[in-house]
């Protein structure tokens, strides 16, 4: 779709950010008032109805094939596992809180590496693990209360989404943007489709499921378009524009405001993040 533009991959890249943030809040209202299945389900199957849709249109139904299978099938794995720890977290975080543990993804992909790829880390890995860590506690106020869950969701779903990213790198060059999303929505409405506990819904009702699905779209496709002309390198910084506008929307709509602690955690999170990715890459 967007192969013909002219278009840097860091603007696509920060425009994928921007819709992420949107795509955010959207979930975070659906989160109010349905389940995380019937949300995955729902927004996943307009996503498989757009997608073949266009491609149908466009004819071009062979960009939807590919040859790496149980790559694919392993990225959507991910994929899947993040959109669920995320809506889960989102019933209980605001909307900056939420994306700043998002932003551990680096952070984990680094402790990962060395724990189980058997990675020498760098001083400056080890740093960053410790000052991100140290955040993490001292956004968590040194205790685990009920409230508390809500953030071991968003730290798994970032955990997922990093993993997710990886594999979309490597799939890039073998699969097309407009696969790797059908591929993802599919499997996604595959695994939710026993859990759902709500098919009766307005047609109003199926307006709300429609919206996040194209915001979604459009932002994964900025993503992975971003990231197939530009390094990872180049884009990383992006990321963190998603904290200022998640900041704007989540006191738009919500009146939300981290705390004190949250602010100092979520800064530390913030640069050792920035400071593993770098290194990372």
Do not use: C
């Not at 019937?38 to 307009?46: A, E, K, P, Q, T």
């Amino acid at each position: 779709m967007l192969t013909r533009l002219q278009v840097s991959g860091t603007t696509l890249y920060g425009l994928g950010v921007l819709l992420f943030a949107v795509n955010d809040a959207l979930l975070k209202m659906l989160s109010q008032k349905y389940a995380s299945y019937d949300i995955i389900f729902f927004r996943s199957f307009f996503g498989v109805l757009l997608i073949f849709g266009v491609q149908v249109l466009r004819g071009q139904l062979a960009s939807l094939k590919t040859d790496r299978a149980w790559v694919m099938t392993l990225r959507s794995l991910f994929g899947f596992l993040s959109i669920y720890f995320s809506i889960k977290s989102l019933v209980g975080l605001d909307l900056a809180s939420y994306n700043i543990y998002y932003h551990m993804a680096p952070l984990l992909i680094a402790a990962l590496s060395i724990l189980f790829l058997k990675e020498k880390p760098t001083k400056g890995i080890l740093i960053a693990l410790l000052v991100g860590f140290s955040g993490v506690i001292i956004s968590f106020r040194g205790g685990l209360g009920p409230f508390d869950i809500y953030k071991g969701y968003v730290i798994l779903g970032a955990l997922f989404w990093a993993l997710s990213l990886l594999l979309i790198k490597f799939l890039s060059a073998k699969a097309t943007t407009e696969a790797i999303l059908f591929y993802t929505a599919l499997f996604n409405m595959a695994v939710a489709v026993p859990f759902v506990k709500n098919y009766n819904i307005s047609f109003i009702e199926w307006s709300y499921f429609l919206i996040p699905t194209v915001v979604h779209s459009l932002a994964f496709l900025f993503i992975i378009e971003g990231i197939k002309r530009s390094s990872l390198v180049s884009v990383a910084p992006l990321e963190y524009t998603g904290v200022v506008w998640t900041l704007i929307l989540g006191y738009i709509f919500w009146h939300e405001l981290p705390d004190v602690w949250m602010f100092i955690g979520g800064v530390l999170i913030i640069l050792a993040s920035f400071k593993a990715l770098r290194k990372n890459h």
